[in-house]
């Protein structure tokens, strides 16, 4: 049957805990620079259907794009291992050390992924820096400055919108993790993580690996903002809001209703003499 039960999932994300904890650095930093990117892809993907058809909706409908295909390559992106890495702690078969770790080398990955991504996007749009921004990349700036000078201009008060956008965000988002677990086969995973990242898109919540891409690329494209008011305004808050509702809604969540009937987290296989251990089959 291609579904899994609840408690079945929640073992699942308990045993991709393991995993990722034992990853290494570079592992760490390639798949979060991949996920950063693909992304970032996504963003401008989602940007210019949403000019073109003059309905952000479809803008919506299409992002989630980017999340399917890092969910389907395995890899790192940090909102979602907000909820997924305390699991293991919870379960004692990750540790604090581990958890950070992972939080860390995984943020810097995703953070180099979308900063690369953007730079090529923004050289694009300018033929190199040789003509003025235009399309799209007004589209850019203007979220850029919106996504930090109107927080700005609201004080502490911006700083808690931005806060809750970004806990309602990754709410979803990792329920999109979720959902890729409760089934096995490749469609059904695309169908089921499909559905929560539209929704998160469509309201214009706050996730800060996309902001890693979006406000940076509107920077190199004129946006009159700078670094300070990025980090201050948008994403610091916006990462600690991710953590929150990542952590709190879905992740902690799951675990006490369902994570005392959760499956124990598979050993690896003794393998052959001679050969090397068989992993178990991925989540």
């Not at 700005?152 to 956008?165: E, R």
Request: hydrophobic fraction near 55%; proline fraction near 6%; include cysteine.
């Amino acid at each position: 049957m291609d579904y899994q039960t609840p408690s079945e999932v929640v073992g699942g994300l308990i045993e991709s805990a393991r995993r990722k904890a034992k990853l290494s650095i570079s592992d760490l930093l390639v798949r979060g620079a991949l996920a950063g990117a693909i992304l970032g892809v996504a963003t401008s993907l989602a940007i210019t259907a949403s000019a073109q058809t003059g309905l952000p909706i479809v803008g919506a409908l299409i992002f989630p794009v980017g999340f399917v295909m890092i969910v389907l390559l395995g890899l790192e992106l940090v909102t979602g291992n907000f909820a997924v890495m305390p699991l293991g702690q919870l379960r004692h078969t990750v540790t604090t050390t581990e958890v950070l770790r992972n939080w860390t080398w995984v943020f810097v990955g995703n953070l180099l992924g979308s900063l690369a991504y953007g730079v090529l996007l923004a050289a694009t749009l300018t033929m190199t820096w040789s003509t003025p921004a235009g399309g799209i990349a007004e589209k850019i700036v203007a979220a850029a400055e919106l996504k930090t000078l109107a927080y700005a201009s609201h004080g502490a008060a911006g700083l808690a919108t931005a806060f809750i956008k970004a806990m309602l965000c990754n709410w979803m988002v990792c329920m999109g993790v979720v959902m890729g677990l409760v089934a096995s086969s490749t469609v059904s995973k695309i169908v089921a993580a499909w559905l929560p990242i539209t929704v998160f898109f469509a309201h214009g919540f706050e996730h800060a690996v996309v902001n890693m891409f979006l406000i940076p690329t509107g920077m190199l494209l004129g946006a009159k903002t700078g670094l300070p008011e990025w980090w201050l305004w948008n994403q610091i808050p916006v990462t600690l809001g991710n953590f929150a509702g990542g952590f709190l809604f879905t992740g902690l969540a799951l675990y006490v209703t369902y994570g005392v009937k959760a499956p124990a987290p598979t050993q690896e296989r003794p393998a052959p003499d001679g050969e090397r251990p068989l992993a178990p089959v991925a989540p």
